[in-house]
């Protein structure tokens, strides 16, 4: 990877590791509430300033930041998993089975993905696992299709047709010689799409569908500064850039690992 993969990759990690150890190197409870200072502007005792319960609002991004990372993430995982089965499945055997995945596929990425993902949600009790399976519910065509179209070719590629004449069996063929060739296009996929993924998290979050009260989330956190975008502005401009720039640093890992392996995904 080149310095831009390098420096999101660290970025990411940096943030990461802040969410995880937070309760040991800051001293603040992002859930203690403190009357005597409510909406105090960012300063030495409280870097990003309190919001309007006097929680101190870094202790809430970096709490936030270990749930929507890691809700965005297992989704991408499970939306990963699903896709690339399907795509496995529909690119090799092909004919009636290819069509008619292909069009549930078809139909999945015709509504707009945060549209049906708040539909997905609606219908399920609000709370963490509901936004997993809201994301990866929508996110699994597109890794299906993709993953459909890589596998097309390579279902007559000359190393398939050698297993083929040695006796392998077409389970083998997909599972032993064609599912690593999908690999590096599916991990380049799933960090391209965990920025989206972030966002809609957060989407989900503002809304009030995600994780509840008393859980810190980045879209909980701006929801809950609407009121106070005037008096207290520091209240939703933090967590919109922890937001914006997580999800730049996914993007921009997912540029560097499709030049690193030479895929174009569109």
Not at 182 to 206: H, N
Not at 241 to 261: K, P, Q, W, Y
Request: proline share 6%.
């Amino acid at each position: 990877m080149g310095i831009k993969g390098k420096l999101s990759a660290g970025i990411i990690v940096f943030i990461l590791l802040a969410s995880v150890l937070a309760p040991v190197i800051y001293p603040y409870n992002p859930h203690a509430i403190d009357l005597d200072s409510l909406r105090v502007p960012p300063g030495a005792a409280h870097p990003f300033g309190t919001d309007q319960e006097g929680r101190d609002i870094l202790a809430r991004l970096l709490e936030g930041g270990k749930v929507s990372i890691s809700v965005s993430f297992i989704a991408a995982l499970i939306a990963m998993s699903v896709g690339l089965l399907l795509g496995l499945i529909s690119g090799y055997y092909a004919g009636k089975l290819d069509t008619a995945i292909m069009a549930f596929v078809d139909l999945i990425l015709a509504f707009p993905s945060l549209l049906l993902a708040i539909g997905v949600s609606v219908i399920l009790p609000p709370g963490i696992y509901t936004v997993m399976i809201a994301i990866a519910s929508v996110g699994w065509a597109s890794f299906a299709r993709l993953t459909r179209g890589f596998v097309l070719p390579l279902r007559e590629a000359q190393f398939v047709e050698a297993a083929r004449a040695i006796g392998c069996s077409n389970a083998r063929i997909v599972w032993a010689h064609i599912l690593p060739q999908c690999i590096p296009l599916a991990l380049t996929l799933m960090t391209l799409k965990l920025g989206g993924y972030i966002i809609t998290e957060a989407s989900l979050s503002f809304l009030g569908l995600g994780a509840q009260p008393p859980a810190a989330t980045w879209g909980s956190m701006i929801s809950a500064s609407m009121s106070y975008i005037a008096s207290a502005p520091w209240m939703a401009i933090f967590p919109g850039l922890a937001i914006a720039i997580t999800a730049l640093c996914f993007n921009m890992l997912g540029d560097a690992l499709s030049e690193r392996f030479g895929i174009k995904v569109r």
